[in-house]
């Protein structure tokens, strides 16, 4: 069964506005990451949170990580039209460390 | 090399065929992942090696998936008896062998099962 679960399934917005994805997991993790996918082919990761970490942030991107709800949250700020993608969430387990396990992915799409 | 490098890119075959997909992942990293990932689905987890074994194979779909690595470098993922439902994008993915260091992924090899 698929450990993390992202919501919403797909989102539209408009150019400039801010983005939220959220990912729920079911598991003990070691960290958590968010990665983008374009065109349904390779992933690109953008920024791992650690389980003793609550909060990060890179550039226009903000990650917060509730390990007590076992939730995350991935913000985009002033979102543009290049950031239209499907973005997944991923859990590095604490035991089999090195897996990662993936949920279903928020297709997120920025309207010009 | 520079990345991760998948081959072929794309694969057409007859239903009943077996098929070898490849993985050259990034010089140095012990970690190897497989995922399949159906049209506008999630990524599904297949198998990871660390080094040459593979102590995870539990997402392996069926007794006609296999996969091998050899060296510590290149994988190869072997569907026999190849069906309509594998069809697919199969990414692999690679990474150093610490605990929350990114993967980095390949462009993938889209399987068409005709």
Known sequence: S???EEDPQALSIQEGENATMNCSYKTSI???QWYRQNSGRGLVHLILIRSNEREKHSGRLR???DTSKKSSSLLITASRAAD???YFCATGLIQGAQKLVFG???RLTINP | GAGVSQSPSNKVTEKGKDVELRC????GHTALYWYRQSLGQGLEFLIYFQGNSAPDKSGLPSDRFSAERTGGSVSTLTIQRTQQEDSAVYLCASSITRQ???AFFGQGTRLTVV
């Not at chain 2, 050259?24 to 010089?27: A, C, K, Q, V």
């Open chain 2, 100 to 102: 929350g260091i990114e």
């Open chain 1, 63 to 65: 990650v917060t990580l």
């Open chain 1, 104 to 106: 279903q992915g928020t």
């Open chain 1, 30 to 32: 070691n960290n958590l």
């Open chain 1, 84 to 86: 239209t993608a499907s």
């Open chain 1, 2 to 4: 698929q450990q993390g």
């Open chain 2, 24 to 27: 050259d992942p990034i010089s």
